[in-house]
């Protein structure tokens, strides 16, 4: 039984850090007192580059060029019809797109799939 927690916590552990992490650097743009947590945002650049290169890529396929973020690479993933597409679709609408509210949607095209 302790295997099937790791087989799925290990996935899916990296993205809910990088999504913590989202929401403080957009909300950086915003300004304020958000602009204390600078050191956390560029950790999360970072993490958000190396896990679109690695776990992101296993999961989807390998980024074009230009699409050095997992944003930038589900901007492309949202538009496809099969699962992958679906999932991408879920979590921009529900998890990327509604903290982003300082220049329109982060990641644009997301009902264009459905």
């Not at 074009?64 to 879920?90: F, P």
Request: charged share 20%; with cysteine.
């Amino acid at each position: 039984m302790t295997w099937l927690l790791y087989a799925t916590a290990v996935p899916v552990f990296p993205f809910v850090a990088l999504w913590l992490r989202y929401v403080v650097a957009i909300n950086y743009e915003r300004g304020g007192w958000w602009r204390l947590l600078v050191p956390l945002a560029i950790r999360a650049a970072v993490l958000d580059i190396a896990l679109n290169y690695t776990l992101f890529a296993l999961l989807t396929d390998w980024p074009r060029k230009g699409e050095y973020t997992i944003s930038k690479h589900m901007g492309r993933l949202v538009t496809w019809q099969n699962k992958r597409g679906a999932a991408c679709r879920y979590a921009a609408k529900y998890f990327i797109n509604p903290w982003d509210k300082v220049g329109g949607p982060h990641i644009p095209n997301v009902d264009e799939g459905e």
